[in-house]
């Protein structure tokens, strides 16, 4: 199943060489794998392990989450503003599912 | 009523009260809430093959938690390194009392050498922000949150 | 108003002690009370923590609220003889009626029930026609529940009160306790701004809510920043607040104070449901901030504290008192400040006849809220840091339905409300302490080492010397079990001496233990074949069964180490 993830660029339309965020939301649950149901058996975890952030189609980042990253993640960035392109992120679970997002840099 | 009475009344009423404090918070003196160095060692050692003895306590790191965590289970973060992004390899978190204490690797790349996000804490514990620089050197901002089960309003 | 006038304001409310017949006078012609000239810039009316509560009331503050050692005596742990010394009050003047429990009942006579929902309209509107130039009309949260009221209208009751009555701000805390969905459902409706720095959505981690916002006052501008109670997630069930984050966010603060300056305002008020220790411990910490209104603790300054250039006041809580504070300004800040606590003596104050009317309806749509239950025959108050008769008369209730229960928790909730000896038991009252949209009563198995864990980890909340990590209110109540609490010892050293049920506590054995209005149920094992009650619904069988309620002071904590007291039987 497609993991849901949105991403965006505040402020929308920096300008050439400024600093701006680049932040990914992905829905998902992040199972730590240390709870229990309510019949008392241990959780499987369950959990985004793998985002690779591109742009223009080569990656610049790769963020590597552990079972610990709270639920329905933010993944928060910072990049210089150098041209305009697309960051495309793609995302992946351990049991395979996957996630992809893209967003366009404009400049101001 | 005489003007004595009178003054009696006001002096409370208009000139009100200030307060000075007493009490020296935890965040003043210095001490980390929650440090379990031996439960960190382990994670450590698996994740970057050092222990906490080699990580260097720098002011160019800066780790940025809530003092006391709203809930355990999402608590932000902000990590910012005041560093050249070509000396940066990648930054870490790490949660002293977690189960399993590493939370993230950050292969900043291209990247500037920030990050922020949100952590599972399951206890109260100290925090840690590891910066792995490109010349292999480690270096640790700390931090400490209170995670409680809490009271009734 | 001519120095006359001004003698027999500050002489009501602090300096004298009454007699019947200056009582009678002061009742009869009150106008004195609530003549304040206009005076500075802006003025702000201010109500925080109303609970509810429609309808006068009595309301008696704690007894006794334990502080760690080295916040004794501040501000915020201030009650009785204390609290009259440290802000020179008279004992028996309206003032002590108002801040503190000596001479309770002698006093409730004397000055009558405090609140009521009409009496507040009416106060708020003639003040601001006295005030003489530009208003803030504020309320400081905890508006919308805990009472018959909020539950049969799902908080409806007390939005239509807040359009009619004119507020402009609110901040939440227990709002949120309606759902989520029914607070948006509700904003609709609402005219009042909610504004909160710390209120966020757990997507991208955006402000929900505006900030702030600026308002022209003369030559000047004041900017009012709102801040939302911040752990309402770690207070009540978390599915009320789903996809919603607090927390205390102080950098966020500091930059929205920043920014605010940097855009030239002149002074910033921070509408805060932080409470005092809380709100105190942030003017130290957040440069900028020129006047905080501190909710959420129901303490009552009757003089404005300052922390370095911070003032702070805080008001109160139930209806009992609105602050009017007329600020002169200055560039860049508050020149000076008049903070007139107007009582809001229900006997006294005419009421608004729109408010009435609403107020009326709820309670004729709800006739069984005001139905005599069962004659009082002892003070019934809910304020304490460890022990209170109404939490008694509920844990006994609980005992009466399930007798096989060995421990019983009550929550220590600031809200509630006191009866005299000679009132009647309602639904309306029972609701006043009780009313929660969560009020099912959970049984449940405890091992006796969580047992104590979990009474040290509440201890921890409540007597932490460092205010920001305090959480919650007062220490949850027990019934059936006794112990010896030691105030200043560390996590773990707290609770002596537990005993349940006069014997001595084991740590291996299991507790089958009662509790409502939290979470604790989920510590431990749930006991099949329970469906859970709504608390109140037990508290009227059992008064109906007793016929009459004569509950003195049972206190099961000893305190050595302070002089913890309560006020007698009778």
């Known amino acids: 199943m497609a993991i849901r993830v949105l991403a965006r660029i505040t ?15 992905a829905q998902h649950p992040m199972e730590p794998g240390t709870r229990k149901d309510e019949q008392g058996n241990l959780i499987p975890a369950h959990y985004i392990d793998q985002v690779d952030v591109y742009f223009e189609g080569q990656k610049v980042s790769a963020i590597l989450p552990e079972p610990g990253v709270s639920a329905n993640p933010l993944f928060g960035l910072e990049f210089q503003a150098g041209q305009a392109g697309t960051f495309n992120i793609k995302l992946k679970d351990n049991k395979g599912d996957t996630g992809e997002a893209s967003v366009k840099l404009e400049l101001a | 009523m005489d003007r004595r009475l009178f003054l009696k009344a006001s002096v409370g009423v208009v000139a009100g009260a200030l307060l000075v404090p007493k009490w020296i918070p935890a965040w003043a003196q210095g001490g980390l809430e929650g440090e379990d160095v031996a439960k960190l060692e382990p994670a450590l050692q698996k994740v970057l093959g050092k222990g906490f003895k080699d990580l260097v306590p720098s ?76 010349d292999g050197k480690l270096l640790m901002a700390s931090s400490s949150t209170r995670v409680t089960v809490g009271g009734c309003g | 108003m001519t120095r006359r006038e001004l003698i027999g304001f500050l002489a009501a409310l602090g300096g004298l002690a009454f007699s019947r017949r200056a009582v009678a006078q002061l009742l ?22 109303l609970h509810g509560q429609l309808r006068p009331h009595y309301y008696m503050e704690p007894p006794n609220l334990l502080a760690p050692q080295p916040l004794l005596g ?22 002590a009626y108002l801040g503190s429990y000596v001479d309770f009942k002698t006093l409730a006579d004397r000055f009558g029930a405090i609140g009521g929902a009409p009496q507040i309209t009416q106060l708020i509107r003639t003040q601001k026609e006295a005030a003489g130039g530009p208003v803030l009309v504020l309320d400081g949260g905890d508006d919308w529940t805990n009472s ?43 005219k009042a701004q909610v504004l909160s720095y710390n209120t966020t959505d757990d997507s991208f981690g955006d402000p929900v809510y505006p900030t702030h916002a600026v308002y022209p006052a003369g030559k000047y501008s004041v900017g009012v920043i709102g801040l939302t109670y911040p752990y309402i997630k770690v207070s009540h069930p978390e599915e009320f607040t789903e996809g919603l984050s607090f927390g205390l966010k102080e950098q966020d603060l500091q930059k929205t104070v920043d920014q605010l300056r940097s855009t030239g305002v002149d002074a910033l008020i921070l509408l805060s449901h932080g409470g005092l220790p809380l709100d105190t411990a942030l003017a130290r910490r957040i440069r900028g901030i020129d006047l905080i209104l501190s909710g959420h603790t129901h303490d009552l300054t009757p003089v404005r504290l300052q922390v370095g250039k911070t ?11 609105v602050a009017r504070i007329d600020l002169a300004l200055r560039r860049g800040g508050i020149e000076d400040l008049r903070l007139n606590l107007l009582p809001v003596l229900s006997r006294a104050l005419p009421e608004d006849p729109k408010a009435k009317a609403l107020v009326d309806q709820v ?25 209170s008769t109404l939490d008694e008369l509920a844990c006994r209730a609980i005992e009466a339905r399930y007798p096989e229960v060995e421990v019983v928790f009550s929550p220590g909730t600031r809200w509630g409300t006191t009866l005299l000896p000679g009132e009647s038991l309602t639904l309306d009252r029972i609701l006043a302490y009780t ?34 990590y305090q959480q919650g209110g007062d220490m949850s109540r027990t019934y059936g079990l006794t112990y010896t609490l030691n105030v200043d010892a560390p996590l773990g050293g707290r609770i002596q001496n537990l005993e349940v049920r006069g014997r001595s506590w084991d740590p291996n054995r299991e507790y089958l233990v009662a509790a409502y209005g939290g979470r604790l149920q989920r510590l431990g094992v749930g006991v099949d074949q329970h469906t859970p009650r709504p608390v109140h619904e037990l508290i009227v069988e059992y008064a109906k069964k007793e016929g009459r309620l004569n509950l003195p002071p049972r206190p099961n904590v000893q305190v050595p180490d302070r002089d913890y007291r309560l006020p007698g039987g009778a």
Do not use: C
């Open chain 3, 435 to 468: 009313g929660f949209t969560y009020p099912e009563v959970y049984l449940f198995k405890l091992r006796g080492e969580r047992l104590k864990g979990l009474l040290e980890d509440v201890a921890s909340n409540v007597f932490t010397p460092d205010p920001f």
């Open chain 1, 11 to 25: 402020p929308p339309k920096p300008k050439a060489g400024d600093v701006f965020k680049l932040q990914v939301v």
């Open chain 3, 28 to 49: 009869e012609n009150p106008g004195s009370l609530y003549a304040l000239p206009p005076y500075g810039d802006l003025t702000l009316l201010y109500l925080t923590d």
């Open chain 3, 74 to 95: 501040q501000p915020g742990y201030l009650t009785g003889e204390d609290f009259l010394r440290y802000y020179g009050v008279k004992p028996g003047s309206l003032m």
């Open chain 3, 311 to 321: 003032f702070v006041v805080a008001g109160g809580s139930g209806g009992k008192v």
């Open chain 3, 148 to 190: 018959g009221p909020s539950l049969r209208t799902q908080g409806e009751a007390l939005v239509d009160w807040m359009n009619l009555t004119g507020f402009q701000h609110m901040v939440y805390h227990w709002e949120y306790t309606l759902g989520r969905a029914r607070v948006e459902q509700l904003e609709k409706k609402l």
């Open chain 2, 59 to 134: 002011d160019s790191v800066k780790l940025t938690m809530p003092t006391i965590a709203e809930s355990g289970a999402n608590v932000p973060f902000e990590i910012a390194v005041n560093l050249p992004k070509e000396q940066v390899k990648a930054i870490h978190l790490f949660v002293d009392k977690n189960p399993s204490p590493h939370v993230v690797k950050v292969e900043t790349g291209q990247a500037m050498p920030a990050y922020a996000s949100r952590t599972r804490m399951a206890e109260t514990s100290a925090v840690r922000a590891v910066v792995e620089t490109q």
């Open chain 3, 363 to 387: 309670y004729r749509s709800n006739p069984d809220l005001l139905e005599p239950i069962a004659p009082v025959e002892s003070l019934l108050y809910k304020r304490d840091t460890l022990y």
